[in-house]
Structures are given as C-alpha cells and as structure tokens.
C-alpha cells in the first residue's frame, strides 16, 4: 500500500512517519514539508536515519497514492479536503477537523464556520473501541486527539453502566 503524509516535519507526522517506515506492508511515497522542502526526512526526525532516504516535497507535487495522512495543524485540512480526495480514496486526517459531524456544534466548539462542512458527515470518528466496524469499510476517518480520547474513555465505563 502507497501512503503519503502531508506535514510530515511536525510532531505526529514524525510519529507517523516513524510507524509506517517499519510497516511491512506500506510503501511511504511523500512526506510534504513547505518550509523543509529538499531536506531529508531525517534532518527534522533524527530517529529515522538510516532508515529512510526520503526527502520532503511540496503538496503542489503530490502524486496519487493509496492513503492519504494529514499531519496539518487544526484548521488546515478543511481548507483543501476537496483536491486531497483526488490524491488518494483513502484519507486520515490528524486534526480535529473533522471529528464533530455538525456543523453548528463545531461552530459553537470551535468558533468559526467549517471550511467544508459537507465533509463533516463523510468522516468516521477513529476510535476502534467505538467504531471499528465503520472504519473498516470507512474512505475518510478523524483523528481523536488524545484529550477526547481520555474523555471518552472515562465516560464509557459510565454510559455503559446505564
């Protein structure tokens, strides 16, 4: 499988980077970086030397691949989920973005209008305990953020009780 990362110099697309280099069935084609274009990936991410010759390119020169990964900061994926769909049928996206489905509710929780706010019902929140049997079949799936991680997990003891 053919995956590119799009902001793969920041922390989680370093994280990421690190997991799928060493997954035997994953192929990483892009890493994007528009402030370390050229570099290798491993000036910004020490860890991965020697283990990987990749440089950072653009989003400008991104090929299609197999599954897409934005790394970006909250905010940025919104702006440009329509060309990445393009890019590749399958999409991860880091941020919180997408992990609210109503548009209103983001609004109120966020304090802006969602740049797509058609999108927002077309992504599975990425929690396997909750949604494992969507994400299976799911083509775009949220990031959960480790804080709305620990919410939930500590709430679901108490919801299931009930």
């Given amino acids: 499988m053919k995956a590119s990362i799009i902001g793969g110099s920041g922390y989680a697309g370093g994280e990421l980077l690190r997991l799928?280099?060493?997954?035997p069935n994953i192929e990483v084609?892009?890493?994007t970086s528009e402030s370390h274009l050229g570099e290798y990936v491993y000036?910004?991410?020490p860890n991965l030397r020697k283990k990987t010759q990749l440089?950072?390119?653009?989003r400008q020169v991104l090929e299609p691949c197999d599954v897409l990964f934005l790394a970006q900061p909250h905010g940025e994926a919104q702006k440009n989920i329509t060309t990445y769909s393009g890019i590749a049928p399958k999409i991860i996206d880091l941020s919180a973005d997408f992990r609210i489905h109503d548009a209103d509710l983001y609004k109120r929780f966020y304090g802006s209008d969602h740049?797509?706010?058609?999108?927002?019902?077309?992504f599975v929140y990425g929690l396997p305990e909750l949604h494992r049997s969507e994400m299976t079949s799911a083509s775009y799936i949220s990031g959960?953020?480790?804080?709305?991680?620990?919410?939930?997990f500590s709430l679901l003891t108490?919801?299931?009780m009930n």
């Fill in 144 to 152: 959960v953020g480790c804080n709305a991680t620990a919410a939930i």
């Fill in 20 to 23: 799928l280099i060493d997954h």
């Fill in 115 to 122: 740049a797509a706010s058609d999108w927002l019902p077309k």
């Fill in 29 to 31: 084609h892009q890493a």
């Fill in 158 to 160: 108490v919801a299931k």
């Fill in 55 to 58: 440089k950072f390119s653009s």
């Fill in 43 to 45: 000036q910004q991410h």
